[in-house]
């Protein structure tokens, strides 16, 4: 179950590279605002969410309230490495956690730590939340990565012990970790009476460990979250939490300008001058692990001819849609590696935009021009379905600035729009296929692996392959990083799948982005990391 994060809400426009800004850094020593509400944080984003089971979603807002309400295994610290959160320690070869041969391994538990209904938490809970994974009654994204599991022992209530078919380095954030969209744990107690989970009370007001709890869920409004008292680590100083889901971005933008909301997370270019210019607001960036691209779905007629992709790619004048869509901010790059990464590849030289060339490519391929200015080849048009989300103008900008691109080598494309909720959803539009092109943003995940969204065996309805690319060179890389749980030997890896990546072209990769945060200026201690963005709230105030 290997899974990651999709978003909609930066696909166009979000940013990229490095500042020396970050969120929540100056608390102020001044008297609040007066539209601050003491303890009571408020953010607000477009999308809204299908269930708040992180096992059913691979949705950036499900895993954003997942992070600060469920139980895991791991967290990633301010600077994306890994910490143990239920579990005492990372497990290690240099520990002893994990096994010379890479077929074992041990997580040791905390004692004393209680679910939020205040039963105990212990080693059959995660037990139990593995077969749960495992059990493919359940819609799962995935069980990439948990299907090597061949035995799971339980020496006490306070030690799992997992018995691999073969060695997974990814485990560490794969096996109920926060980032990446993983699976978190599940208590036993309540679950364990039902078949699957897919349709269970559970998934509309979730049990968890941590510092905050699900108090209510108003279906298309807001979820509500209040501090867990019972919480191992303490008592947040948050008193509350409030996800309000807001449609449209425009009236986003409204609601910050008014400070019905406190923070706009992961704000998209377009909305960046306008979020400076917000009285007692203030505007931070990070370097991020999302990237932003085009999906090209190979398994179409059209584009399952990479001289068509990267036609495309090179018709596509990505720096003006950083300059015109993203305020002339971002990196424009083509390894999707995140710039600060331990596995980023460097040097990857950018395919200049060139439509005339583009343009030879496709006749050099056999595509010719017909009467109405599309060309086609073997009765193959190349008109192209593009999948967007509803409530994303900047998005619709973006597509419109393709189109006229595009149009200059014969390529036209008709535009289809669906809620995100649908969008994203384990059975929805990206995983149906019924497409030509989606853009959105995906997360980058801590060690480099990118099986979970181009394995061949990651093909939807099997995982997030969305594409539907399938190189065996690339596969051969990321099926060798699995065993080598050194990040050194894992580097080479990524750089022979980005190789690929790069020629196949099933992407059109057009910014590396920086993470935006819009907040209220009363906000103190706010730290997100590029993995998972609410992961470290326990100090958060307003």
């Not at 994060?5 to 930066?10: E, M, S």
């Not at 398994?299 to 015109?324: H, N, Q, Y």
């Not at 496709?362 to 509803?390: H, M, P, Q």
């Not at 494309?413 to 059975?427: C, G, R, S, V, Y």
Request: proline share 7%; glycine share 6%.
């Amino acid at each position: 179950m290997k899974r990651s994060i999709v978003v909609a809400l930066c696909i166009a426009v979000a940013l990229a590279g490095c500042s020396k800004s970050a969120p929540g850094g100056d608390a102020g020593t001044g008297a609040r605002h007066p539209w601050t509400k003491p303890h009571v944080l408020t953010y607000g984003d477009p999308e809204d969410v299908s269930t708040l089971n992180a096992h059913l979603s691979s949705f950036a807002d499900t895993q954003y309230i997942a992070q600060m309400t469920a139980a895991w295994l791991v967290r990633w610290d301010q600077q994306n490495t890994a910490v143990p959160e239920l579990a005492t320690e990372i497990p290690t070869k240099a520990n002893g956690g994990v096994s010379a041969d890479g077929l074992t391994i041990t997580y040791h538990l905390r004692h004393g730590v209680k679910w939020s209904d205040g039963a105990p938490f212990d080693a059959d809970d995660v037990v139990f939340s593995t077969h749960v994974v495992l059990n493919k009654a359940n819609n799962e994204t995935s069980t990439q990565g948990w299907d090597r599991i061949t035995k799971i022992d339980e020496p006490d209530k306070f030690t799992v012990v997992y018995h691999l078919s073969k060695p997974y380095s990814p485990f560490v954030e794969t096996f109920f970790s926060t980032a990446s969209a993983n699976p978190c744990l599940l208590p036993k107690h309540l679950l364990a009476q039902y078949p699957n989970i897919n349709n269970v009370p559970y998934n509309n007001k979730p049990v968890g460990i941590g510092p905050f709890v699900v108090d209510r869920w108003d279906r298309g409004s807001q979820v509500v979250m209040k501090a867990n008292p019972l919480y191992w680590r303490g008592r947040p100083k948050l008193d509350e939490v409030i996800f309000k889901i807001i449609p449209d971005r425009n009236t986003l933008l409204s609601q910050l300008q008014s400070h019905e909301i406190d923070l706009w997370p992961l704000v998209s270019g377009a909305y960046l001058a306008q979020t400076q210019a917000i009285a007692g607001v203030t505007v931070a960036r990070l370097p991020s692990y999302y990237w932003n691209h085009f999906d090209l779905n190979t398994s179409r007629p059209v584009l399952s001819d990479p001289v068509v992709r990267r036609a495309l790619r090179m018709a596509t004048d990505r720096a003006t849609i950083r300059e015109k869509l993203g305020h002339g901010l971002g990196s424009l790059a083509e390894a999707p590696t995140p710039l600060t990464a331990p596995y980023a590849v460097h040097g990857v030289p950018l395919v200049p935009y060139d439509a005339a060339q583009a343009a030879k490519t496709l006749d050099d391929d056999g595509w010719k021009v017909g009467a109405d200015g599309v060309r086609a080849k073997n009765g193959v048009r190349l008109v192209l379905t593009w999948a967007s989300t509803t409530g994303t103008p900047d998005v619709d900008n973006q597509i419109e600035l393709v189109r006229t691109m595009w149009q200059k080598i014969g390529v036209t494309i008709t535009e289809k729009k669906f809620p995100a909720a649908l969008m994203f959803a384990p059975d929805g539009t990206l995983a149906k296929g019924n497409w030509d092109v989606a853009s959105y943003a995906w997360l980058n995940e801590a060690i480099g692996d990118y099986s979970p969204i181009y394995g061949c065996d990651s093909l939807p309805p099997n995982g997030q392959n969305y594409p539907r690319w399938c190189n065996q060179a690339a596969q051969a890389a990321m099926t060798a990083l699995y065993s080598h749980y050194d990040q050194a030997q894992r580097n080479a890896d990524v750089a022979t799948f980005v190789k690929q990546f790069v020629q196949d072209t099933p992407v059109i990769l057009y910014t590396m982005r920086e993470d935006v945060y819009a907040y209220n200026s009363d906000l103190k201690n706010f730290h997100p990391n590029g993995l998972s963005q609410f992961d470290n709230m326990m100090n958060v105030d307003i």
